[in-house]
C-alpha cells in the first residue's frame, strides 16, 4: 500500500540501560542517548538514517545541564543535522516531542528527526555519595548565545505561590493525596481499595519482568507490593517505595521519525513501519488548588476522546494501550477518565511495566513507553495502540494514536485547551483569611521518614463556600492518626500555621 509522501511514520526505536556502579567509568546521558539513536537506526534497517537526519530533538534532562543537549548528541553520533531542538520540562513532552514531529512532516517543513531523551540519574546519586566529581560536557555560554537551540513545547507553571510558600510541591506529596479522593469517590475502605491498587500495581511488575528493556524484571506479588519493609518502606500514605516512579536508573530512548516518502528513500522495510495517526495536547487547570476534583481528569477525558476522534476510532478500536505510571492513582485517573476499569485484568494498561519497574528516567518514561508500542504494534500487525503522556500533577497531557495501518486521513492534531480552561474550579485560601477556618477533607497522605515513621500529615479541605484549604501538620501524634482508617469527609478545623486543631 503507497502512503503520500509527506506521511509521518516511525522507523526506527531503540532503548539502552546502564548498570555500572563505578561513576568515574559510567557513561553519561549523552552517550547513552547516543546508543539508543544508533539502537532505532539498526532497528529501523537503514544504516543512513542518521546521516540524513533534518533535525536532532532531545527531551529536557534533569541530570545534569547540558544547555544544549541536541548538539552534543549530534556531535557523538557525527552528524550535523540543519535542526537543533530541546523540549520544555515535563513527562508529557516526549509524545508532545512526536505529535510535533509529526505534524511538522506532514507539513513539508521536515523530512526525518531524531526525538531523543535519556538520564544518568543513578550514576550522578552515585559519584555525589562518593563525593566523586563528574566532568561531563556543558555547550559554552557563548556557544549558546549564539547559536541557541529552538525550544518545542510551551512551559507551564504548576505551583501557586500559596502552595510553594507550604513547601506542597512534590509529585510524592501529591498523588497520594489523589489516591486518597479516588479511594473515597469509589465508596470503598482504604483496605479494599489497598488491595485492589496492590493488585493492579502487581500486573503491571508482570509485564516489566516480561519487557528486556525494564530496569527491574521482578514480578511482585500484591502482598510484597503493599507490605512495608527495610527495601520497600512506606513513603507517602498508602504508597510504599514500589509504587513510586524510580528515577534512580540510567537510561535512554530514541524514535526516529519520518516522512514516507524519506523511509522509502533509506529502503526502510514496510514491516518496520508504524504510522502516527493522531495527537493532542492539554492541561489541567495547572495549579492543584484549583481542581474541581481531586478523583477526576477532565483534560485526560477531553484530550483521549479528541485525539481518538481525529483518528477515527473510539477505545474500543483501541487495542494496546500504555498509561503514564508514576503512581497508582495516576494509572487510575487515566482509566478511568478513558471509560476503562482499573481494577480488572481485561485490558493491559502498559506496555513497559510502568515507571515503578520499568524504570522512571523523569522526563523520558514515555519514549520508552512510545518505543514498546512501536514493538507490539509491528508483532500485531493492523492493531491500534494509544500512548498517554503525563507532566506534573496528572497535569500536561499529551496523547497519541498509533497503527502499522496507514492513516486514512494526514496525521491530524489538536490542542483542546479552550474546552478545558472553561471547566469549574475552585481556589485556595489560607485558614487564615477565614472566620471559620473549618471544612471537610478531600484528600490526605502523610509522609514518611525514612525509618517508616509517620512524619508531615497533608489535607485538602474543602471550606464552606467551596474554596480549598491545605493543612500542613508536622506533629507526630496528628500524623500517625491520619494513617488509621478514613479521613476523608471529616470535618477539621486549622489554626493559622495550617495545623489541624480539631478532629
Known sequence: MSSPATTPVVIGVGEVLQRVDDPTVAEHAIGLMAAAARAAAADAGATRALDTLDAVAVVSTLTWRYGDPARLVAADLGIAPGRLIVTTPGGNSPQSLVNEASRRIAAGELSSILCVGGEAFRTRMRARRGEVTLDWPKVPAETLAAEPPETWGKDLTMNSPHETELGLMMPVQVYPMFETAIRAARGVG??????????LWSRFSAVAATNPNAWIRTAMSPDDIITPSDRNRMVGAPYTKVMNSNNDVDMAAAVIVCSAQHAESLGVPRDRWVFPHAGTDCHEHAFISDRDE???????????????ELAGVGIDDIDHIDLYSCFPSAVQLGARSLGLNPYSDERQLTQTGGLAFAGGPWNNYVMHAIAAMVRRLR????????????????????????????PATPFRHDVPQEAIDALPRRSAVAPADLDDPSGHIEA????????????????????????????????????????DGEWVGRRVVLDATHRITDA
Open 190 to 199: 482504604p483496605a479494599e481499595h489497598l488491595a485492589d491498587i496492590a493488585q
Open 294 to 308: 481531586f478523583f477526576r481528569t477532565p483534560a485526560v477525558e477531553i484530550g483521549s476522546a479528541r485525539a481518538m
Open 379 to 406: 508483532d500485531d500487525a493492523g492493531s491500534r495502540g494509544l500512548v498517554w503522556a503525563n507532566g506534573g500533577y496528572a497535569t500536561k497531557h499529551a496523547f497519541g494514536v498509533y497503527s502499522t495501518e496507514p
Open 444 to 483: 490526605y497522605t502523610v509522609m514518611h521518614e525514612r525509618d517508616g515513621s509517620p512524619g508531615t500529615a497533608w489535607a485538602a479541605v474543602r471550606v464552606a463556600d467551596g474554596r480549598r484549604m491545605w493543612a500542613r501538620d508536622d506533629r507526630s501524634d496528628v500524623a500517625a492518626a491520619l494513617v
